[in-house]
Structure formats: structure tokens, C-alpha cells
């Protein structure tokens, strides 16, 4: 899951009091490595297909398809009631 300077996974903009941390960034990531470990063998035969469905979920998903060591696809789907900002000429951003 990419490369980072130390063990401590927590994002410099949290690395402030924001009170106990109940799960750890480093349980966090390792835990999606054993899901992607896990994924790997049970689908072994017939890779998976990732759907995304909520707007924050994409973080997640990301991280455990890089630790599925297999082809696998996937689709991110959107709300038809999300509030759709107006597209500027070349923006991917919707």
C-alpha cells in the first residue's frame, strides 16, 4: 500500500489531539492486507469484481485492491440524489 516514511500510518493533519485512538492506523493496514491475502486465495478461480458505493469507501477500496494479488475490476457508483457540481471544460472532477 505505497511506501510511507515510518510506522506511524496517521496522516499529518490527525497527528493532533482529536482524543483515543480505538483502532490503530498500522491495525487498519494491516488488517487490509490480510483481507487482500484472503481475497486472493478464496477467488483464486474467478477473480472478484469491487463495487464502491459510498463517496469515502473509495480510500478503502483502493488500498485493498493493491493487496489482491489478482486481476481484478472494479466500478465506483454514485447516488442519482448527490448534488452534482457543474463541470468545468477539462476537469475530470464531477
Same mark, same amino acid.
Given at each position: 500500500? +505505497?511506501? *510511507?516514511? !515510518? =510506522?506511524?500510518f496517521? %496522516?499529518? @493533519?490527525?497527528? *493532533?489531539? &482529536? +482524543?483515543? $485512538?480505538?483502532? !490503530? #492506523? /498500522? ?8 483481507? +487482500?491475502?484472503?481475497?486472493? $486465495?478464496?477467488?483464486a /478461480? =474467478?477473480?472478484?469484481?469491487? $463495487?464502491? $458505493?459510498?463517496? +469515502? #469507501?473509495?480510500?478503502?477500496? !483502493?488500498?485493498?485492491?493493491? #493487496?489482491?494479488? &489478482?486481476?481484478?475490476? !472494479?466500478?465506483? @457508483?454514485?447516488?442519482? *440524489?448527490t %448534488? ?11
Amino acid at each position: 500500500m +505505497g511506501s *510511507h516514511p !515510518s =510506522n506511524d500510518f496517521t %496522516a499529518l @493533519w490527525a497527528q *493532533h489531539d &482529536l +482524543g483515543e $485512538v480505538v483502532v !490503530s #492506523a /498500522k491495525e487498519v493496514h494491516d488488517r487490509v492486507l490480510e483481507l +487482500g491475502r484472503q481475497i486472493t $486465495v478464496d477467488y483464486a /478461480k =474467478n477473480p472478484p469484481l469491487l $463495487v464502491c $458505493v459510498l463517496k +469515502g #469507501a473509495i480510500n478503502f477500496m !483502493s488500498d485493498l485492491m493493491r #493487496a489482491i494479488e &489478482l486481476p481484478v475490476e !472494479s466500478i465506483s @457508483w454514485r447516488s442519482p *440524489h448527490t %448534488a452534482r457540481r457543474p463541470r468545468r471544460a477539462g476537469s475530470c472532477a464531477s
